[in-house]
């Protein structure tokens, strides 16, 4: 506001220029009313430019260090969570993380550049601010400050009442999304059952929820915001009211008021932002803490912090007096224990529920056992490194997953940086070579999402040319066969012979029929093992099996 007092009571007035404007400028501008109002009008602009650039250089930081925050943070946070074991996902589902990991994380963000900078910045500024209203006069600083204490008792207790709403809002904005994911993905049967409207009415009714809690939290942050303005509504009338009267008795000049009202606006300001930040920063603590629990998860497959590597593993397995349950709840597999040594074609046979794709996490440590010990090459699983014991898998899935890229990027999926020659070998061993050259963009094209762009035996024949590409020496296959027609079949089960050659293999189907190309066989019954023939090793007491 220096412009406008030089405008005022120099040019206007027959007030002196301000002492440090004097000691700046040459005489002829200090006694030339014409020159002052250029210099008036100068400053002026010279401000505004200033401000701007200020502003501007503000905003591109903020942007800047913003961005990279939110991508930081949420990069941590999804790296922790593919970390986390099934037993997390299997309990929480994967909506409620997504929402965490896309729309919680930025609060970050939020909190670090939005809120708590600017807290910081609005407390300077008014501590400013009361420093030149003091040497201006100290009375009506008083005065203007006497609604300070009143203007940060109010966030507080919209705080206190307040937190927790934020962090349901939340929660019931992840349903939602909950609900959108969960039918895009069932589309199929969405429509053959003609489910849509249903569908709709159960969106519509969870975002009205949703839409009705916000609704409520932006009344009481709106009334807030009302309670503020008049507070300070009414200490700029009180100042006013008194500096006019200053100005009468001649204690202030009208440029000294004018210079102390624009003063006064500047003290406002931070004055109500310090509350506005508290109360903005509500929703960004509640998203906060939801993204923070997502990363205090520990994982439930701990690594040994002494784990030992393992390069390629010879493919001996074992399991010693096994048991589990998931989640502690009732147990799958009771007291398991048998053997086979490297290079073996295992069938595991069994009824929906026996345990038989459990068996086969448990060795991946995609859990642990409650009881007993898993052991690869004689050593428990639990002692290697997890992804060198991992990498020792190729594993081809009952419904196989593709990626939404291209044929060549879904078989070069477990070694990254395949040659196209290896790539096409592998197809040409799982009978893919010739549906993949018929296409158009042959090894190009682009599977679409999970694959649904290519028939169920074409991404089956994909898969296992993915397992062969990998060269593991161990390969699960899961029911490869169970959703594909006779031809289809008979095509698939030669090339997961030439996939199997040379590498520990565990087949897992409903019937014995299914695994009548494998040397060992082991059916179970409601987690136990109620057969076994060729080359396998069944305890029924535990053995000392050698390191």
């Known amino acids: 506001p220096v412009p406008l007092k030089i405008a005022v009571d120099t040019v206007l007035g027959a007030q002196p220029l301000p002492a440090f404007l004097q000691h700046l400028l040459p005489h002829e501008v200090i006694h030339s009313k014409p020159m002052l109002i250029g210099l008036a009008a100068g400053l002026q602009v ?35 969570v593919q970390r986390l074991a099934f037993t997390f996902h299997d309990t929480r589902g994967t909506s409620d993380t997504i929402y965490r990991v896309q729309h919680d994380a930025p609060s970050v963000q939020w909190m670090a550049l939005r809120t708590m900078l600017p807290l910081l910045n609005s407390v300077i500024i008014l501590l400013g601010m009361i ?40 929660e019931m904005e992840s349903a939602t999304q909950g609900i959108v994911q969960e039918v895009l993905t069932a589309l199929r049967v969405v429509k053959a059952f003609g489910r849509e409207d249903h569908e709709q009415a159960r969106f519509a009714q969870q975002s009205k929820v949703s839409m009705t809690a916000r609704v409520k939290l932006s009344m009481l942050e709106s009334a807030y915001n009302i309670v503020s303005n008049i507070l300070t509504a009414t200490g700029t009338a009180i100042v006013l009211y008194l500096g006019v009267h200053s100005v009468l008795a001649q204690r202030l000049t009208v440029g000294e008021l004018l210079i102390i009202m624009a003063y006064l ?61 998931y989640h502690g709840k009732e147990q799958i597999l009771h007291d398991v224990s048998f053997a086979i040594p490297a290079g073996t074609r295992l069938g ?60 060549a990027e879904n078989i070069a999926y477990g070694p990254p940086g395949a040659r196209m020659q290896d790539i096409v070998e592998a197809a040409q061993v799982a009978n893919a070579h010739d ?113």
């Open 131 to 170: 420093y030149v209203m003091i040497n201006l006069n100290w009375q009506l600083a008083v005065v203007a400050l006497s609604i300070f204490p009143v203007l940060l008792i109010i966030p507080k207790l919209f705080d206190r009442h307040m937190g927790g709403k934020y962090t349901q809002v939340n």
């Open 265 to 325: 606006g500047q003290l406002y300001g931070p004055l109500t932002a310090i509350g506005d930040r508290i109360i903005a920063l509500q929703p960004a603590k509640a998203s906060l803490k939801r993204a923070l629990e997502l990363l205090d998860e520990a994982p439930d497959v701990a690594e040994h912090p002494q784990a030992r590597p393992l390069t390629r593993a010879h493919g001996a397995v074992a399991l010693q007096g096994v048991s589990f349950g």
């Open 348 to 407: 595991i046979a069994g009824k929906t529920g026996a345990g038989k794709s459990t068996l086969v996490s448990l060795l991946m440590r995609f859990y642990d056992p409650d009881t007993g010990q898993v052991l690869l090459d004689g050593v428990d699983v639990r002692d290697y490194k997890l992804a060198d014991l991992r990498n020792q898998f190729a594993i081809v899935m009952q419904e196989p997953v593709l990626f939404s890229t291209s044929i």
């Open 435 to 547: 549906f993949i050259a018929a296409l158009p963009e042959g090894y190009d094209t682009r599977v679409g999402e999970r694959g649904l762009r290519l028939s169920g035996g074409e991404r089956q024949r994909i898969a296992l040319a993915r397992a062969f590409l990998k060269d593991a020496p161990l390969l699960i296959l899961d029911e490869p066969t169970s959703a594909i027609d006779v031809k289809t079949e008979a095509m698939i089960m030669e090339a997961m012979q030439r996939v199997m050659e040379g590498r520990t293999t565990i087949m897992i189907a409903d019937g014995l029929s299914t695994v009548d190309v494998c040397d060992a066989r082991l059916v179970l019954d409601h987690g136990r093992i109620a057969e076994a023939e060729g080359n396998i090793q069944v305890y029924r007491s535990l053995p000392s099996l050698p390191a």
């Open 46 to 80: 010279a401000v505004m430019l200033i401000s701007q650039l200020q502003w501007l250089g503000n905003y591109m930081l903020h942007t800047q260090m913003g961005e990279k925050l939110t991508l930081d943070f949420r990069s941590r946070l999804f790296r922790h």
